[in-house]
């Protein structure tokens, strides 16, 4: 037995078909723009973040020496292993922090995304953050030393190694703890 369909049909169909067809266009677009505007690697790591609890090695934060490297770049040595250690508790993070004559700047590794990345923020007198750039350029490089790229900075006024926090209850984001710190 055949059965005809009439037009209404064949128009819900195609209807249906259609916007699935448009749905899948816009995700193709989708999956193949967001890497041009963020990093592939940064998108992979929001995508799969979270899960296991990181590990804390408290000589991955004593400073043995710090400046600005031949490259131009500012930087800083541990007595343990730059970015070895990942934070261990929710809502907290990491940090290498540089304040240099062109700004302040962080590398850091947060429980939400422990690779380790980096900001130009701001802070107050209590190592509060004021502001933060995510987006301002500047790149993170761990090796036998912690280096902040693209910081276009000549000269560095201090360091501070630190454990920051998010304060559930107004959004601030603080130094719950300074592990060491070092003036120019």
Not at 72 to 95: H, R, W, Y
Not at 122 to 127: A, S
Not at 175 to 183: E, I, L, T, W
Request: with cysteine; aromatic share 10%.
């Amino acid at each position: 037995m055949r059965r005809t369909i009439n037009h209404k049909e064949l128009f819900q169909c195609v209807n249906r078909c259609a916007v699935i067809v448009i749905a899948l266009f816009f995700m193709y677009v989708f999956l193949n723009t967001i890497p041009q505007l963020v990093p592939a690697t940064n998108v992979r790591n929001i995508v799969f973040a979270g899960g296991s609890k990181g590990h804390f090695n408290e000589d991955d934060f004593k400073i043995k020496k710090f400046g600005i490297g031949t490259d131009g770049n500012p930087f800083l040595t541990v007595e343990g292993k730059a970015g070895e250690s990942t934070p261990q508790k929710e809502d907290t993070g990491l940090a290498y922090v540089f304040v240099t004559n062109n700004g302040t700047y962080a590398a850091t590794s947060d429980w939400m995304y422990t690779k380790w990345h980096a900001h130009e923020l701001k802070l107050d007198e209590k190592n509060c953050v004021k502001s933060m750039n995510m987006n301002s350029g500047v790149g993170v490089e761990m090796g036998d030393d912690v280096k902040i790229t693209n910081a276009n900075a000549t000269k560095l006024k201090n360091v501070m190694t630190a454990e920051f926090g998010i304060d559930n209850k107004d959004g601030s984001i603080c130094a719950n703890q300074v592990f060491d710190s070092a003036p120019k």
